[in-house]
């Protein structure tokens, strides 16, 4: 009970500073983000100037953005929440942090009997991404198409619990998801460890640099490797927060910037995912996952519950059609992943920033990582309604080339496709989580090597990433990390 009464008295003291606190100190906080100095005899702005003042900053979330980029700064309701909402965020933050167990029990029962974690936070660590390691990194898993039969887009296989709004064709005892723990006297649908591959590369200038990939060495139950008709696929969990602005971009602006044939001829030829919505009973464009494999936060959810504790849902049942949550605890903890905020900008004003930033355009990253997008209506939080966000996304699939290729398609997604990830906030991955890694499956240490990593699409930004002077790339990592 003590956690759950400490989640309600940290909101509502997070309400009482930013009634009370706020004009005084807002004046302060946006000098350091924007870096001017800031002098004890400079006047304090009234609330009306703050108003002024935050609308010429190119705030990452809108008015859902928080000024907090600390290692909890993945963790901050928005901004513009009602105190209504902001109750049901800390039911939703409770909900997020439950711990599941084996039934019977009289609370949280459902665990199981396979899984990769026990609760929601303990893969998002503290909101943001997990680790390459046992409960945190996933393997998804499918069937070769020669021996199970070409799925199609609107193919719906569930013929494992593990496999919720997945086309892929499911592994027999495995389904989708390998879930590598167990309940008592369940051993772990297999075991799962890595190798990792060390390659070496050079800049143009001479400097070398090292990179390197992981290969997974995996195990049924029995002692078995698992057969080589199996596609695998590594994903580490990515961060939760912002979630419910992206869901809120309107479905005609996400299409307005695919361009699968490269009409425009820039090399780059984004397009969208088209994928199983399970309430609609259709197909819809996918925005969610590593590849846009979900439709929205509240299906994300329930497939998270699901495959990756073994937690049935009502959009999930069990074979008898029950549940172990309702539909108000999924909506509750779906509703948490829609309202967290987005950590602001930093350093706006820094010079070597404002050249990383010019450098990264003219590498033609933002040719993917769309800077800004404009909310339309959501169709229940106004909250996330018309707001001009800047996510550095165009939630669209694109070709990364051989290097981060899976080899493993996922409804319109290929082997070698993953969708545009955002990059708002990535500049406090390793504050909110030290040692926390990059890309897809957690290969790369460093901002530096994730850019290394790209190909296809991106092999033209990457070839120009590693033509720069060192001064040059330096800007491009420097400005990266006030995002």
Not at 220 to 234: E, N
Request: glycine fraction near 8%; hydrophobic fraction near 35%.
């Amino acid at each position: 009970m003590l956690p759950v009464v400490w989640r309600r008295t940290k909101q509502k003291l997070f309400k009482l500073v930013s009634l009370t606190v706020l004009p005084i100190v807002v004046g302060i906080v946006l000098s350091h983000f924007i870096d001017s100095p800031v002098s004890a005899s400079d006047p304090v702005p009234d609330s009306q100037e703050a108003i002024v003042a935050l609308a010429d900053i190119p705030l990452a979330g809108g008015e859902t953005t928080t000024f907090i980029r600390s290692s909890h700064a993945y963790e901050q309701p928005s901004a513009n929440l009602s105190e209504e909402l902001i109750d049901l965020h800390t039911e939703g933050d409770v909900a997020f942090e439950a711990v599941f167990v084996t039934a019977p029990a009289t609370v949280n029962p459902g665990l199981g009997p396979h899984f990769n974690n026990t609760t929601c936070a303990g893969c998002h660590i503290r909101n943001g991404r997990g680790l390459p390691a046992q409960g945190q990194l996933l393997v998804r898993v499918s069937q070769d198409e020669a021996i199970a039969g070409s799925p199609t887009t609107t193919t719906h296989y569930q013929a494992e619990p593990t496999a919720p709004g997945d086309n892929t064709p499911p592994v027999p005892g495995l389904g989708t998801q390998i879930q590598d723990r167990g309940i008592y006297g369940a051993p772990p649908e297999a075991t799962v460890e890595l190798e990792w591959i060390e390659s070496m590369g050079q800049y143009e200038d001479g400097t070398s640099y090292s990179l390197r990939s992981p290969k997974a060495h995996i195990r049924l139950a029995d002692g078995s490797p698992l057969p080589d008709t199996v596609k695998t696929s590594l994903r580490l969990p990515p961060p939760v927060f912002g979630l419910g602005l992206l869901e809120a971009v309107s479905e005609g602006d996400i299409l307005a910037m695919a361009d699968p044939e490269d009409l425009d001829g820039n090399g780059i030829s984004g397009r969208p995912n088209t994928v199983w919505d399970v309430r609609k009973q259709s197909t819809s464009l996918g925005r969610f996952g590593l590849k846009a494999n979900q439709p929205n936060l509240l299906q994300q959810s329930a497939a998270a519950y699901l495959g990756d504790m073994g937690v049935t849902s009502p959009m999930f049942p069990s074979a008898d059609g029950s549940s172990d949550i309702d539909a108000d605890t999924l909506k509750t903890a779906t509703f948490y992943v829609q309202s967290l905020a987005v950590p602001a900008r930093t350093l706006l004003n820094d010079p070597v920033v404002q050249r990383g930033e010019q450098l990264f355009d003219r590498a033609q990253c933002t040719a993917c990582h769309i800077p800004t997008l404009r909310t339309s209506t959501h169709p229940e939080y106004t909250e996330l309604s018309n707001q001009t966000i800047h996510p550095y996304t165009d939630l669209l699939l694109h070709d990364m080339g051989a290097g981060l290729a899976d080899n493993r398609p996922d409804f319109e997604a290929t082997g070698s496709e993953w969708r545009t990830p955002p990059l708002w906030g990535i500049g406090v991955t390793q504050t909110v989580l030290p040692y926390a890694k990059y890309l897809h499956d957690g290969r790369a240490h460093t901002l530096e090597e994730a850019i290394l990593w790209h190909g296809g699409e991106a092999e033209q930004a990457k070839q120009a990433f590693r033509e720069m002077p060192e001064g040059d790339r330096q800007a491009i990592v420097r400005f990266l990390r006030t995002l």
